[in-house]
Each structure stands twice: as C-alpha cells, then as structure tokens.
Nanobody, 127 residues
Framework: QLQLVESGGGLVQPGGSLRLSCSAS????????IGWFRQAPGKEREGVTC????????WIEDSVKGRVTVSRDSAKKTAILEMTGLKPEDTAVYYC????????????????????WGQGTQVTVSS
C-alpha cells in the first residue's frame, strides 16, 4: 500500500522560501505522478503543482508560476516542492498525493484524480 509522508512545513516570513518533501513507502514510486495541493482555512483544496512519474514533465498552477519548482528523486522515493517569494496567502496545509498522471494544456490539477494522500504539513507565512 502506498503511503506518503510530507515534511518541511513551518513558519516562514513573507518573502522567504520553503522546501517540502514527500516520501513514499512503495517500490513502484516511479509509476505514480505526484501532485502537490494546499488547503487554506475555509477554502477548497487546490492544486499547486504536479510532476510525472518519470519526472519529465511538470504542471504548475498559474498563480504560483515563477515561484514554484517541483522535482523528484527516484532513488530516494521522494518528491520535492520548493516555493520562493512566500506571501501570507500561501498559508495553508500542503499535501502531496499520488495519481496516474498530471494535467496538460489547460487542464487543472484536481484532487479527485489522486488516490493516495499524505497527512499534510502546515505552512504559515507571517512576520
């Protein structure tokens, strides 16, 4: 059974950066696309970025383009989300999830397309 564990959240000052890790406990890590989502209080869960199983393509939500980098390390079975220029509106619980593919073109990253989820890690952007 695929299990995902996020780490790296915490309190970050505005303008700062974060690096979140998503570790998987499955031999077939490369089979899965990894999506990153976030959910702020009182808001719906939204997709941030996604990387394919091979790591050859990434999808990034328009509002965070230029601030987000997503990567993965097959040997370590880990996916990484890096975000710079953090703003208070980036405050949310961040989740990684495993699915069968990433959006393309004008498609959006939908939580319902991902089947296995981590427990989430809180990121708070505040001075």
């Amino acid at each position: 059974q695929l299990q995902l564990v996020e780490s790296g959240g915490g309190l970050v000052q505005p303008g700062g950066s974060l690096r979140l890790s998503c570790s998987a406990s499955v031999f077939t890590f490369d089979y899965y696309a990894i999506g990153w989502f976030r959910q702020a209080p009182g808001k719906e869960r939204e997709g941030v970025t996604c990387i394919t199983g091979k790591g050859d393509r990434a999808w990034i939500e328009d509002s965070v383009k230029g601030r987000v980098t997503v990567s993965r390390d097959s040997a370590k079975k880990t996916a990484i989300l890096e975000m710079t220029g953090l703003k208070p509106e980036d405050t949310a619980v961040y989740y990684c999830a495993a699915g069968w593919g990433c959006p393309s073109g004008t498609q959006i990253l939908r939580p319902r397309d991902f089947t296995s989820w981590g427990q989430g890690t809180q990121v708070t952007v505040s001075s």
